[in-house]
């Protein structure tokens, strides 16, 4: 007898845009649903031509893009298959957006720019979203910024999964920043109460900081670091942070981030770091085998997309993985 929870395979319709296939087709296998082909090319005059190439009228769609490099391009993918589905008749339409990179634009903190993370929700409505569900947003207010019910997961189990295998003893968790200190806490709560502390940070730049110190427990008699955030781009806080541990007489640091973006060569000076052991994040951002390294560590959260897609489909709670619930990050 079927499960009364079981997705009905021709009920849902589950797209990918061109930025991670890999975890589309995870998130998909999860749900016990096809990944439905997509097909994408370009015209000689760079315009994009895209086409689902599966019926969707009446269907609920689920379209998994992360907004990565080349941003703009994948942005574009994302709010052309939005607009196909909801032309062609879709029942609902669910833009599933693991990594939401504009959450970093949140504010106007100079004259004449654009809020940007607010422009981009009000274009995924327009272009046809019923619902988005996303993951760890950096700045907690972009939620509201959604016209739309929206769903900010936590990735918080997996990396408690990952490091129930470890021995956390004579351990501590460091947040870069002030402004992460409270993920970091719930995070070294959920570890078993681990120490936490977080680092007094001066962003100068995109690709620079200044770290003047570390704020909270004491770093005496401790060996073990665990650097927590949501994501690492150019990893300029992540050394700045492992740096000051160092020389405060941490042996070991492991570096652990949802997003790992690791633009430039950032993967790559974090890793020369001999006292920083692993690099530990998820796979809301594809990457690609000439970029993996010894010391990164990639764990998987299509699981955890899964889980909610069915809970919200059925109408069931998700308050377990919603990252503002119940012990959220």
Known sequence: MKDQNTLNADDIRVFSGGSNNALASDIANCMGVPLSETKIRRFTNDNLHIQLCRSVRSRNVYIIQSLTPPVNDHLMELLMMLDIARSASAREVHAVIPYFSFARSDKKDAPRISITARLIADLLVTAGATHVLTMMLHSPQVHGFFSVPTDP????????????????????????????????????????????????????????????????????????????DDEIATGSSMAEVSRILVREGIQEIQLVCTHGLFTGNALERLGAMPEITGIVTTDTIYQPPSKHHPKLHIVSVAHVFADAIRKNFFGESISDLFVYGHGGV
């Not at 078993?192 to 977080?198: F, H, N, Y």
């Not at 005496?220 to 650097?227: E, N, T, Y």
């Open 153 to 228: 997961l936590t990735s918080r189990p997996v990396f408690q999964e990952y490091f129930a295998r470890q021995d956390l003893s004579d351990t501590i968790v460091i947040a870069p920043d002030i402004g992460s200190a409270k993920s970091a806490a719930r995070f070294a709560k959920d570890l078993g109460g681990l120490p936490v502390a977080a680092g007094n940070k001066e962003r100068i730049s995109d690709t620079e900081v200044v770290i003047s110190g570390i704020i909270g427990s004491q770093l005496q008699g401790v060996k073990r670091a665990l650097i927590y």
